[in-house]
């Protein structure tokens, strides 16, 4: 498989100069650049920038940024930025529907509040407004407060309009997309009126004292917080493991994105899986492995049939195996990082047809091993061991 080159493109060779002392700058500073995914988002976050300054040259950016720190405040959210799609994983959402309707039997008050952390442009908070709102909590007389932070400002204001494309909305018939948005300028806009209320503000994710939400520090039943470590400095995911639990209420659950862990060395944040989808939940003793659990829309399109077997999964699709093969190419060329974004793609892939992939949880306790992270290592071997 080939794999597209995370520095710069040939055409672009003669900015490589330019870009070099650049990047170095931005790992000093708050370290995009520590990963080839990283610097591909920081090259294209300085041209969009350059673009926009109307500046004619690479060179003319680079000797801005020199020039005027305060360029790198304008720069840094859109270096960090990441699109999106809805319900991607569809499995992470239905999951997180089944346990936060188990957990209102025994919740101690009608109150539910989720935060989505690093929201992006809206995908996420939508899909969150719409799997709450069939939880069917709110026709029970709950309170369910939904809170989404983004550092970039562009991100907040597209969620806030909450506008979409039409190929955004590919993921759904027709049925649903007339219930949840209503055609508006050649897009469709999201019906706000029918899901719990959104609350969106731009906040780094690092910095909870600043959130707007901040006294609520303790009270979230529920966090996605989703590729935030992926291109981060190395100390980055002990330290949102820290302010996560801080922000986490006592029974809570916490999403993250396939192949993401979180270094808890308090012992409070457990790790445990359902049908290939993992999550963190405060107050369990030990990681828990469901490899085979389905959820109710597969179970109501399985009724009357046996349940797979328990050792033999369905082959891998050709393009999950693939993107293993080629992980396993750049593991064994040193280069863990790239082979981790190839294994989140097939772990997505996998999910997204309802698969399990304790072959991808196998490599990935081998690059946690090559990335230095013996806990994350150790949590992706009881996963692929199951």
Not at 121 to 129: D, Q, Y
């Amino acid at each position: 498989m080939t794999l597209p080159n995370p520095e710069l493109t040939p055409a672009a060779s003669d900015d490589a100069a330019f870009f070099e002392p650049l990047a170095q700058s931005a790992q000093t500073l708050f370290g995009v650049a520590h990963t080839p995914a990283g610097r591909q988002k920081l090259l294209a976050a300085m041209r969009n920038r350059q673009a926009r300054l109307g500046l004619a040259t690479f060179a003319e950016y680079g000797a801005l940024l020199r020039r005027e720190p305060g360029e790198w405040a304008n720069l840094w959210p859109r270096a960090l930025a990441g699109g999106g799609a809805f319900f991607r994983p569809a499995a992470q959402f239905e999951v997180a529907r089944e346990l936060i309707l188990e957990w209102s039997v025994m919740a101690p008050e009608r109150t539910l509040r989720v935060l989505s952390l690093g929201c992006g442009p809206g995908f996420e908070t939508t899909s969150l407004a719409v799997t709450l709102e069939e939880a069917g909590l709110r026709g029970k007389n709950w309170q369910v407060e939904l809170h989404g932070l983004d550092l970039n400002p562009e991100a907040v204001a597209a969620a806030e309009n909450a506008l979409f494309t039409a190929a955004d909305l590919d993921w759904l018939a027709d049925g649903p997309r007339k219930k949840w948005f209503t055609p508006r300028a050649g897009a469709f806009h999201f019906k706000t009126h029918l899901a719990p209320p959104i609350h969106l503000a731009v906040a780094n994710a690092y910095e909870p004292e600043s959130w707007p939400c901040h006294h609520l520090a303790g009270a979230f039943d529920l966090i996605f917080c989703r590729e935030l470590t992926f291109e981060a400095p190395p100390r980055a995911p002990r330290q949102l493991a820290r302010i996560l639990r801080q922000t986490l209420a006592p029974s809570g659950f916490i999403f993250t994105a396939p192949g993401e862990f979180l270094p808890d060395s308090s012992g409070d944040l457990h790790l445990e899986e359902r049908g290939g989808v993992t999550y963190y939940r405060r107050g369990t003793a030990q990681v828990k492995v469901n490899r085979h659990h389905q959820t109710r829309k597969e179970r109501s399109g399985r009724t009357g049939s046996a349940p797979p077997p328990a050792d033999i999964p369905d082959p891998l699709p050709p393009r999950e195996s693939q993107l293993l093969a080629a992980a396993e190419d750049e593991l064994a060329a040193g280069r863990p990082d790239a082979a981790r974004a190839l294994v989140g793609e097939a772990l997505l892939g996998a999910l997204d047809r309802g698969r399990p992939a304790p072959e991808a949880w196998a490599l990935i306790a081998r690059i946690e091993t090559a990335l230095g992270r013996p806990e994350s290592a150790r949590a992706a071997e009881e996963l692929w061991r199951g």
